[in-house]
């Protein structure tokens, strides 16, 4: 008998793995998913598409979705008594728990939605959480700063033909699919405890980018398109749903290396992808299944934040080519 998300939350309670601060906030997200949801799946009808007029702390603009999304974001958690504070990536700085709410003994990062670039051509999109422990004292943006190998949980929602709730707290990695009718997540029996093949045939990296990435980059993907008539041996699909929770939610259903390597455009920029609140949760989740996740030199869930808003190169995935492609770059 499938369970649902309440109940799979309610044993982990019970069997000590998590506590109960802990499973609250995780059904907040859980809820919050559901409104965030509504949104996504109303899109113009909402009159939720196009451009906010904003840029956020990345000097991107924000579409009018991702300014909503963060609201229902902080409002859907803010209450909990689970929190300390939260950061955001639509948010230039950390948000410590506002005194009218009982301070918790957790810290929550997002990025309320993930692969704004689909939002207007009705392509997969996300939401991606981190969970840390608050330190003592007073929250600020340094409070946020420890290696994603210390998470607690981590996790994300796909918005997509079914709206899927990925999750580990620490003891596998577990997806449940968002029942309409009920409302209600459900534990997907056949994607119980995922596991990531160590060898794949298929990768993801936005090839348009090509001529500015670092030699090692080069070497392999010329190495993955020769196929059987290169080193490899064996021919390769790719992949480019442009929409991290996307790239990683088949990774881990299915194996594949995803890749978003830094690339000589902008030398201050190490990568795109944001390292506390899309690399590490998605590393946490990627080696919780088996998998292997590094920035090209060392694994992600190692590397010691400087900066609240700090990009990554990102190589996660199947361990035989992530290795691979790791050990060109030494
Ligand atoms: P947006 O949120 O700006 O669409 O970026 C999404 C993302 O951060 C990540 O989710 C994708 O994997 C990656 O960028 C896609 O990058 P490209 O648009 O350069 O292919």
């Given at each position: 008998m499938a369970i649902n998300l309440q109940q799979?939350?309610?044993k982990q309670l019970s069997d000590g793995v998590i506590d109960q601060?802990?499973?609250d906030l995780l059904n907040a997200v859980a809820d919050l998913s559901k409104e965030i949801n509504d949104k996504v799946t109303h899109g113009a009808l909402a009159g939720v598409l196009g451009f906010a007029g904003t840029d956020n702390v990345q000097g991107e603009h924000q579409k009018k979705l991702d300014v909503i999304t963060n609201e229902i974001f902080v409002e859907g958690v803010e209450w909990t008594g689970a929190l300390a504070g939260m950061a955001s990536e639509e948010m230039d700085h950390c948000l410590p728990t506002p005194a009218a709410y009982k301070r918790g003994k957790y810290l929550i990062m997002f990025d309320p939605l993930d692969g704004s670039s689909n939002i207007d051509i009705n392509a997969p999109?996300?939401?991606?959480f981190s969970i840390t422990k608050a330190p003592e004292g007073k929250i600020a943006d340094e409070s946020f700063l420890t290696p994603g190998r210390k998470q607690i949980a981590a996790g994300y929602v796909m918005y997509s033909p079914q709206t899927i709730l990925t999750l580990t707290v620490g003891n596998g990695v577990f997806m449940f699919t968002l029942n309409l009718g009920t409302g209600e997540y459900i534990l997907k029996t056949t994607k119980e405890n995922i596991r990531i093949p160590v060898q794949t045939q298929e990768f993801a990296i936005n090839m348009s980018n090509m001529r500015h990435w670092e030699?090692?980059?080069q070497k392999y993907v010329q190495e993955l398109l020769a196929g059987d008539t290169g080193p490899l041996g064996k021919n390769f699909n790719m992949?480019?749903?442009?929409?991290?929770?996307a790239e990683v939610h088949?990774?881990?259903?299915?194996g594949g290396i995803f890749m978003y390597p830094r690339d000589n455009r902008d030398p201050s920029k190490p990568g795109k992808l944001r390292l506390m609140y899309e690399a590490n949760p998605m590393s946490f989740l990627i080696e919780q299944a088996g998998g292997k996740a590094t920035n090209g030199y060392q694994?992600?869930?190692d590397l010691q934040p400087e900066k609240l808003h700090q990009r990554v190169a990102v190589f996660?995935?199947?361990a035989e080519e992530v290795e691979r492609v790791t050990s060109y770059h030494e």
């Open positions: 799979f939350l309610a601060q802990l499973c999109i996300g939401t991606i030699a090692p980059v992949r480019w749903v442009a929409a991290m929770v088949r990774v881990l259903c299915r694994n992600i869930l996660l995935g199947s």
